[in-house]
Protein backbone atom coordinates (compact mmCIF):
# COMPACT_ATOMS: atom_id res chain seq x y z
CA UNK A 1 0.00 0.00 0.00
CA UNK A 2 1.10 3.37 -0.83
CA UNK A 3 1.26 5.96 1.87
CA UNK A 4 -2.14 7.93 0.65
CA UNK A 5 -3.75 4.74 0.47
CA UNK A 6 -3.03 3.78 4.31
CA UNK A 7 -3.87 7.45 5.19
CA UNK A 8 -7.45 7.07 4.03
CA UNK A 9 -7.70 3.53 5.40
CA UNK A 10 -6.84 5.79 8.76
CA UNK A 11 -9.63 8.12 8.24
CA UNK A 12 -11.81 5.26 7.60
CA UNK A 13 -10.70 3.76 11.00
CA UNK A 14 -11.51 7.42 12.03
CA UNK A 15 -14.85 7.56 11.13
CA UNK A 16 -15.56 4.06 12.65
CA UNK A 17 -13.80 4.69 16.03
CA UNK A 18 -13.74 8.19 16.53
CA UNK A 19 -13.00 8.07 20.76
CA UNK A 20 -9.62 6.37 19.63
CA UNK A 21 -8.49 9.58 17.68
CA UNK A 22 -10.15 12.38 19.47
CA UNK A 23 -7.15 13.27 21.93
CA UNK A 24 -4.29 12.72 18.81
CA UNK A 25 -1.97 15.80 18.09
CA UNK A 26 -1.02 16.27 14.81
CA UNK A 27 2.79 14.58 15.61
CA UNK A 28 0.90 11.33 17.11
CA UNK A 29 -0.71 11.49 13.53
CA UNK A 30 2.02 11.57 11.45
CA UNK A 31 3.75 8.67 13.83
CA UNK A 32 0.81 6.32 13.25
CA UNK A 33 0.53 6.95 9.96
CA UNK A 34 4.37 6.71 9.46
CA UNK A 35 4.47 3.02 11.57
CA UNK A 36 1.06 2.18 9.23
CA UNK A 37 2.76 2.78 6.11
CA UNK A 38 5.71 0.60 7.00
CA UNK A 39 3.31 -2.08 8.45
CA UNK A 40 1.30 -2.37 5.36
CA UNK A 41 3.83 -1.63 2.28
CA UNK A 42 4.00 -4.67 1.13
CA UNK A 43 0.37 -5.51 1.43
CA UNK A 44 -2.51 -5.08 -1.83
CA UNK A 45 -4.63 -1.95 -0.81
CA UNK A 46 -8.00 -4.36 -1.47
CA UNK A 47 -6.50 -7.21 0.97
CA UNK A 48 -6.38 -4.27 3.65
CA UNK A 49 -9.18 -3.34 3.10
CA UNK A 50 -11.16 -6.12 3.51
CA UNK A 51 -9.69 -7.03 6.48
CA UNK A 52 -10.30 -3.55 7.82
CA UNK A 53 -14.06 -3.59 6.69
CA UNK A 54 -14.38 -7.10 7.91
CA UNK A 55 -12.83 -5.90 11.05
CA UNK A 56 -15.14 -2.61 11.32
CA UNK A 57 -18.64 -4.79 10.78
CA UNK A 58 -17.82 -7.71 13.43
CA UNK A 59 -15.85 -5.98 16.05
CA UNK A 60 -17.44 -5.24 19.22
CA UNK A 61 -15.04 -3.43 21.29
CA UNK A 62 -15.23 0.43 21.15
CA UNK A 63 -11.12 1.05 20.34
CA UNK A 64 -9.81 1.09 16.97
CA UNK A 65 -8.06 -2.24 15.96
CA UNK A 66 -4.32 -2.69 16.12
CA UNK A 67 -1.90 -3.27 12.99
CA UNK A 68 -1.95 -6.93 14.67
CA UNK A 69 -5.29 -7.50 14.30
CA UNK A 70 -5.85 -6.01 10.54
CA UNK A 71 -2.77 -8.46 9.94
CA UNK A 72 -4.57 -11.23 12.07
CA UNK A 73 -7.74 -10.59 9.91
CA UNK A 74 -5.96 -10.58 6.65
CA UNK A 75 -4.54 -13.86 7.02
CA UNK A 76 -8.14 -14.98 8.11
CA UNK A 77 -9.66 -14.14 4.91
CA UNK A 78 -6.99 -15.50 2.94
CA UNK A 79 -7.71 -18.79 1.60
CA UNK A 80 -4.73 -20.93 2.63
CA UNK A 81 -4.37 -24.49 0.72
CA UNK A 82 -2.29 -26.02 3.88
CA UNK A 83 -2.69 -29.42 4.47
CA UNK A 84 -4.12 -30.76 7.47
CA UNK A 85 -1.75 -32.89 9.96
CA UNK A 86 -3.36 -35.97 9.45
CA UNK A 87 -2.86 -35.40 5.33
CA UNK A 88 0.65 -34.05 5.42
CA UNK A 89 1.28 -36.93 7.68
CA UNK A 90 -0.43 -39.41 4.62
CA UNK A 91 1.96 -37.91 2.15
CA UNK A 92 4.76 -38.94 4.22
CA UNK A 93 3.98 -42.49 5.25
CA UNK A 94 3.35 -42.80 1.55
CA UNK A 95 6.96 -41.43 1.17
CA UNK A 96 8.48 -43.80 3.53
CA UNK A 97 7.13 -47.12 1.61
CA UNK A 98 9.76 -45.99 -0.99
CA UNK A 99 12.14 -44.25 1.27
CA UNK A 100 14.94 -47.32 1.37
CA UNK A 101 16.53 -46.56 -1.66
CA UNK A 102 14.41 -43.31 -3.20
CA UNK A 103 14.32 -41.45 -0.19
CA UNK A 104 15.65 -38.09 -2.21
CA UNK A 105 13.06 -38.88 -5.11
CA UNK A 106 10.32 -38.97 -2.27
CA UNK A 107 11.12 -36.28 -0.54
CA UNK A 108 11.31 -33.90 -3.41
CA UNK A 109 7.62 -35.18 -4.14
CA UNK A 110 6.77 -33.63 -0.90
CA UNK A 111 5.09 -30.28 -0.51
CA UNK A 112 7.51 -27.64 1.01
CA UNK A 113 6.14 -27.09 4.33
CA UNK A 114 6.00 -30.88 4.40
CA UNK A 115 9.51 -31.44 3.88
CA UNK A 116 10.29 -28.58 6.37
CA UNK A 117 8.47 -30.76 9.08
CA UNK A 118 10.85 -33.84 8.00
CA UNK A 119 13.78 -32.10 8.00
CA UNK A 120 15.53 -33.70 5.52
CA UNK A 121 15.87 -36.45 2.98
CA UNK A 122 18.06 -38.83 5.25
CA UNK A 123 15.63 -38.42 8.07
CA UNK A 124 13.03 -39.18 5.73
CA UNK A 125 15.19 -42.63 5.39
CA UNK A 126 15.94 -43.05 8.70
CA UNK A 127 11.75 -43.98 8.99
CA UNK A 128 11.54 -46.12 6.17
CA UNK A 129 13.90 -47.77 8.13
CA UNK A 130 12.12 -48.05 11.78
CA UNK A 131 9.55 -50.71 12.49
CA UNK A 132 6.03 -49.83 10.84
CA UNK A 133 4.30 -49.61 14.22
CA UNK A 134 6.86 -47.14 15.84
CA UNK A 135 6.58 -44.74 12.54
CA UNK A 136 2.74 -45.11 12.57
CA UNK A 137 2.38 -44.16 16.23
CA UNK A 138 5.38 -42.52 17.64
CA UNK A 139 7.12 -40.71 14.89
CA UNK A 140 3.35 -39.58 13.11
CA UNK A 141 2.64 -38.17 16.54
CA UNK A 142 6.03 -36.16 16.31
CA UNK A 143 5.83 -35.18 12.63
CA UNK A 144 2.10 -34.08 13.69
CA UNK A 145 3.52 -32.01 16.24
CA UNK A 146 6.55 -30.27 13.98
CA UNK A 147 3.91 -30.06 10.87
CA UNK A 148 1.80 -27.61 12.94
CA UNK A 149 4.78 -25.63 14.65
CA UNK A 150 5.63 -25.27 11.19
CA UNK A 151 2.53 -23.94 9.81
CA UNK A 152 1.91 -21.42 12.42
CA UNK A 153 5.34 -20.16 12.13
CA UNK A 154 4.78 -19.93 8.42
CA UNK A 155 1.14 -17.66 9.30
CA UNK A 156 3.24 -15.38 11.44
CA UNK A 157 5.92 -15.08 9.61
CA UNK A 158 3.22 -13.68 7.04
CA UNK A 159 2.31 -11.19 9.56
CA UNK A 160 5.68 -9.29 9.53
CA UNK A 161 5.95 -6.71 7.17
CA UNK A 162 8.51 -7.33 4.10
CA UNK A 163 11.50 -5.80 5.59
CA UNK A 164 11.62 -8.17 8.70
CA UNK A 165 10.77 -10.74 6.16
CA UNK A 166 13.99 -10.15 3.95
CA UNK A 167 16.03 -9.09 6.85
CA UNK A 168 15.25 -12.97 8.36
CA UNK A 169 15.72 -14.84 5.31
CA UNK A 170 19.35 -12.49 5.21
CA UNK A 171 19.91 -13.76 8.48
CA UNK A 172 18.74 -17.51 7.36
CA UNK A 173 20.72 -17.78 4.32
CA UNK A 174 23.94 -16.55 6.29
CA UNK A 175 23.24 -18.84 8.82
CA UNK A 176 22.61 -21.78 6.29
CA UNK A 177 26.24 -20.91 4.67
CA UNK A 178 28.15 -20.59 7.49
CA UNK A 179 26.92 -23.83 8.13
CA UNK A 180 27.77 -25.62 4.90
CA UNK A 181 31.60 -24.57 5.64
Known amino acids: MTRTEVNEM ?32 ADDKLEVSAAVDALISTRTAGYSPTVG ?10 KHNDL ?15 GLYGYREEFAKLPADVQAAVGSPEQLRAWAMME ?3 VESVVASNFQRAYRTTIQ ?8 PS ?14 LSDGI
Open 10 to 41: LAILKAAYPHSFKDMTKADATAMLNLWARMFE
Open 69 to 78: EVKEQMQKLR
Open 84 to 98: DELAAWALVSKACAN
Open 132 to 134: ADT
Open 153 to 160: RKKETEKL
Open 163 to 176: SVRQMLSGVSERMR
